[in-house]
């Protein structure tokens, strides 16, 4: 069963910084990718980011394109977001899915299991 556990939100000002964790369990984690998304109250869910298992490869909204960077622990199959310079259009909870390719389209091809998600609030 693909479960998928996340954590590392909190309340933070604007300029500050956050690590986000993805625990992923259930399938072969080297053999897919990971993708973050955010849901904001009242917004559309946005793809935030994404890593490949096998080589690496990133993507990267243009919203967090240079404050976000997304990285991957194969050994504990757990995946990071590391968000800094955070802004209050940032305050969103934030769920990691598993996707087959990390590509500009990422987003669009991921299986429906959600984790609880982590709240992230950044205030003004």
């Known amino acids: 069963e693909v479960q998928f556990v996340e954590s590392g939100g909190g309340l933070v000002q604007a300029g500050g910084s956050l690590r986000l964790s993805c625990a992923a369990s259930?399938?072969?984690?080297?053999?897919?990718?990971i993708g973050w998304f955010r849901q904001a109250p009242g917004k559309e869910r946005e793809g935030v980011s994404c890593?490949?298992?096998?080589?690496?490869?990133?993507h990267y909204a243009d919203s967090v394109k240079g404050r976000f960077t997304i990285s991957s622990d194969k050994a504990k199959n757990t995946v990071y977001l590391q968000m800094n310079s955070l802004k209050p259009e940032d305050t969103a909870v934030y769920y990691c899915?598993?996707?087959?390719?990390?590509?500009?389209?990422?987003?669009?091809?991921?299986?429906?299991?959600w984790g609880q998600g982590t709240l992230v609030t950044v205030s003004s």
């Open positions: 899915v598993v996707t087959p390719s990390c590509g500009p389209t990422w987003y669009d091809r991921y299986l429906e299991v």
């Open positions: 259930g399938f072969t984690f080297d053999d897919y990718a």
């Open positions: 890593i490949s298992s096998s080589d690496g490869g990133t």
